[in-house]
């Protein structure tokens, strides 16, 4: 589903005339590729979204942070939200384009600004209703229809478009002798059944 796909669903869903290209010279054209970006955003920034999901590994800059951290790195150019810092075993935090941290090396996980061709079906069309909603307003003048269309993406294409996705994240174990390295340096006898605490 590419940019003009996803116009053409919200331009259904209110009603009016579905579009060829974002350069057309009709109103409808002009106010998606007005709206489009900004939703697109909205939408990818609030959940963890698997299509926009991206890796990096973070270059160190030169200037230390005033306080608090002992490094500063730089975040990508496309970063909408910062997903996990190291795994999560360090403190961090972000301040405008960058992560502050005590750790000498930053791997990230984060979500990236994503192409509308990119995204997932049901991604796809959660953008599709909020971009409904704000078209409702910017074309249609119907006040009352863009709370209806928003309160059906808040409630309903949102949630469910995250829980599928959600669904497909499985979180590492730890393995097996972690556990009982772990019980061992703490006084527990271990046996190969697994630790005994006691």
Not at 21 to 43: F, G, M, Y
Not at 143 to 160: G, H, N
Request: net charge positive.
């Amino acid at each position: 589903m590419n940019s003009v796909d996803i116009c053409n669903l919200a331009l259904a869903r209110i009603g009016e005339t579905v579009i060829q290209s974002l350069d057309d010279a009709s109103v409808e054209a002009r106010k998606c590729k007005l709206l489009l970006p900004s939703v697109l955003a909205q939408v990818l920034r609030s959940g963890k979204w698997n299509c926009a999901m991206a890796q990096a590994r973070l270059a160190l800059l030169q200037e230390a942070p005033l306080f608090g951290f002992a490094y500063q790195f730089q975040l990508p150019a496309d970063c909408l939200r910062v997903v996990c810092v190291n795994a999560g075993i360090q403190p961090w935090r972000r301040v405008r384009d960058r992560i502050l941290t005590d750790a000498a090396r930053v791997e990230l996980e984060y979500i990236r600004l994503a192409a509308a061709h990119e995204l997932d079906q049901l991604c796809a069309e959660a953008v599709a209703v909020l971009l409904a909603s704000r078209l409702a307003v910017s074309v249609k003048a119907n006040v009352q229809l863009s709370k209806l269309l928003y309160q059906e993406y808040t409630d309903s294409a949102a949630i469910e478009a995250r829980t599928v996705d959600a669904m497909e994240n499985k979180k590492h174990l730890p393995p097996r002798q972690s556990l009982w390295i772990e019980a061992k340096s703490a006084g527990h006898h271990v046996n190969a059944e697994g630790p005994s605490w006691r």
